[in-house]
């Protein structure tokens, strides 16, 4: 019988989980998707193959896992950040920021971009998962349309196009590249969503 890590049988599964995200996470910072196994996986995460099996019926499924955890983890830290601020501008603008600590493994990892690597069905479903943290834009852009801060306009190609700024932006990790970085990203966005608000001067 496999040794028990943890107080009890639920938190060893979640330990183990977390193992085989982290070891997910960092191959794929190392290597493209298409190339990892999972024996690799096993192996990084430090646990036997049998122990992935009786998570994840396979790679895609443990992508999944991996995928659905973050989101879900990012999506409440973001409404943590939006707790208790009022103005759609700042609002928008703590979006931007918090965007801008993602760590995009999947976007920046070597080998071929995951949609040609992936079935349609988990493409399906990765698709859902965005649908998490695009709703809170979509949110911040109705009440700014609501409120008059943004002029109308058609909000679902918007939310695309503002991810879509958001999420190929590399940012440094220089402090005052990165800050100069992000303040351009906000101008730009603010600008995209006809936010009617005079642009901050940079220090």
């Known amino acids: 019988m496999p040794k028990i890590i943890g107080k009890s049988l639920h938190e060893h599964r979640q330990m183990t989980r977390h193992k085989l995200f982290t070891a997910l996470s960092t191959l794929m910072a190392e290597r493209g998707f298409d190339t990892i196994t999972l024996a690799d996986i096993a192996a990084a995460a430090n646990v036997g193959r049998t122990a992935v099996y009786n998570h994840f019926h396979d790679k895609e499924a443990l992508l999944l896992g991996f995928i659905t955890h973050e989101t879900e983890q990012y999506a409440h830290t973001l409404e943590r950040a939006l707790d208790g601020v009022a103005d759609p501008v700042e609002q928008l603008r703590t979006y931007i920021r918090q965007q801008a600590q993602l760590t995009r493994v999947f976007h920046l ?45 058609d909000i679902e190609p918007t939310v695309h196009l503002v991810n879509a700024c958001l999420s190929g932006r590399l940012i440094p990790d220089e402090p005052v590249a990165r800050e100069r970085t992000i303040r351009a990203a906000e101008a730009f966005v603010l600008r995209a969503v006809g936010a009617r608000v005079p642009e901050r001067v940079p220090a």
């Open 109 to 153: 990892a070597p080998g071929p971009d995951l949609r040609t690597v992936l079935s349609r069905a988990t493409l399906q479903r990765l698709r859902e998962h965005a649908d998490i943290v695009e709703a809170i834009l979509r949110r911040i852009l109705t009440a700014g349309i609501d409120a008059g801060t943004f002029p109308p306009q």
